[in-house]
């Protein structure tokens, strides 16, 4: 099977940063998509950033020119850079990431188990 782990999230202050990790391990042929997603109680999962094997990043309207999305292929991670974080940017952050575990034509979603980000003074 397939796991996706996360590390990297805790307390910041209002403009200072973080950076996330996620490393994905287990039964991989191939990675498409690595990215992640954020949620706060009583609100749906939203979309944050995410990489395509080969492509160029995606971000969320609210966190363009503040988050950086990379990916390391070799170690089958994803990292998320977040600077001038500000206190709406406090969620439980998901890593996400579609993976061919065979040379078999099929992809699977995977999630992180989330790491809480809190920004506040």
């Known amino acids: 099977q397939v796991q996706l782990v996360e590390s990297g999230g805790g307390l910041v202050q209002p403009g200072g940063s973080l950076r996330l990790s996620c490393a994905a391990s287990?039964?991989?042929?191939?990675?498409?998509?690595m990215g992640w997603y954020r949620q706060v109680p009583g609100k749906e999962r939203e979309f944050v950033a995410d990489i395509i094997s080969g492509g160029s990043p995606n971000y969320a309207h609210s966190v363009k020119d503040r988050f950086t999305v990379s990916r390391d292929n070799a170690k089958n991670t994803v990292y998320l850079q977040m600077n001038s974080l500000k206190p709406e940017d406090t969620a439980v952050y998901y890593c996400?990431?579609?993976?061919?575990?065979?040379?078999?034509?099929?992809?699977?979603?995977?999630w992180g188990q989330g790491t809480q980000v809190t920004v506040s003074s």
């Open positions: 287990g039964s991989i042929f191939s990675i498409n998509t």
């Open positions: 996400n990431a579609i993976i061919r575990p065979s040379p078999l034509p099929y992809d699977y979603t995977f």
